[in-house]
């Protein structure tokens, strides 16, 4: 029998109708809550990012500005804004749009972020937070994929949990919640050997490598529950010789539904519900905030 697929389009929707309550409560007592992203230079994928995320922003009602900056911006002209932004009371939350032209350094701006503002989770003050479980605001990709595990209906606590990628911003904070909600965790990264020796073992298997294919039925443990972070675009010819382009995960999805119990597509998994945790962490943050002012 096919896997259930878990609809993240479905599972977005349902978030963003709690968040925009909250919102409206928000903004009613408090003031607006206003987004500020930062677009350096004119990279197409992220203004589209920024346009997106700009109308999911007023669909809920939070205030959104984006801050743009020219490919020329040196790394102290970056930092500078963000002091400003930090500074603003008015500005509750702040993402910086990746990735940024040649000679700037991610890190260094995003760890110059408050971490109160840091609506993605990624700087690495609310990196670190989260070995002690008690992140400020956590990665938003994570709290995705711990939130659509939870849809599945697995039972965390007790159970194999395999994660396939380890970047600092999706993979090990993943691990990290994982640990926290007493599943054991394994951790495979490139260096890991027979892969599959593991994955085969996962009662929960979550892929974040962003190489499409990677993992496979022989992968994968009967009825298990695997949440695909990847997204790769495929380019391709049609039966006219045309070129097409096609988004996948790192999960061979027609494969590996046949042998899961539950599975995510790409698209319309996890990335949705991720801009949805993103709006979650911009209400947090401006929650955060005044309580941090008591």
């Not at 389009?9 to 309550?21: C, F, G, L, Y």
Request: some cysteine.
């Amino acid at each position: 029998m096919p896997a259930r697929i878990l609809d993240g389009n479905q599972i977005a929707a349902e978030i963003r109708n709690e968040v925009s309550a909250r919102i409206a409560a928000h903004t009613v007592r408090h003031g607006p809550i206003r987004l500020c992203a930062i677009l350096i230079g004119d990279d197409r994928a992220a203004r589209v990012y920024a346009d997106s995320q700009r109308k999911r922003c007023l669909q809920a009602g939070v205030q959104h500005e984006l801050v743009e900056l020219p490919a020329s911006a040196t790394q102290a002209e970056l930092l500078a804004v963000i002091d400003r932004l930090n500074a603003d009371p008015g500005v509750t939350g702040i993402m910086l749009q990746l990735p940024l032209p040649a000679g700037l350094d991610p890190a260094v701006a995003q760890y110059r972020i408050d971490p109160y503002k840091d609506v993605e989770g990624v700087s690495p003050a609310n990196i670190g937070w989260l070995f002690y479980d008690a992140p400020i605001l956590a990665p938003c990709t994570a709290l995705a994929v711990m939130e659509m595990i939870r849809r599945s209906g697995v039972e965390v606590r007790g159970a194999q949990a395999v994660v396939v990628g380890q970047s600092r911003i999706v993979g090990r904070p993943i691990s990290m919640f994982l640990t926290t909600q007493m599943a054991t965790v394994t951790a495979c990264h490139v260096a890991t050997r027979d892969l599959a020796a593991h994955t085969r073992q996962a009662d929960i298997l979550v892929v974040a490598v962003g190489r499409p294919g990677v993992v496979g039925p022989q992968h994968v443990k009967p009825g298990a529950v695997v949440i695909d972070v990847g997204i790769n675009t495929l380019r391709e010819r049609d039966a006219g010789g045309n070129e097409i382009r096609r988004t996948v995960g790192d999960v061979d999805f027609e494969a590996v539904r046949e042998v899961a119990g539950a599975i995510t597509p790409v698209p319309g998994g996890v990335g949705p519900v991720t801009v949805a945790m993103l709006l979650r962490n911009v209400v947090e943050a401006a929650r955060k905030q005044l309580d941090r002012r008591v």
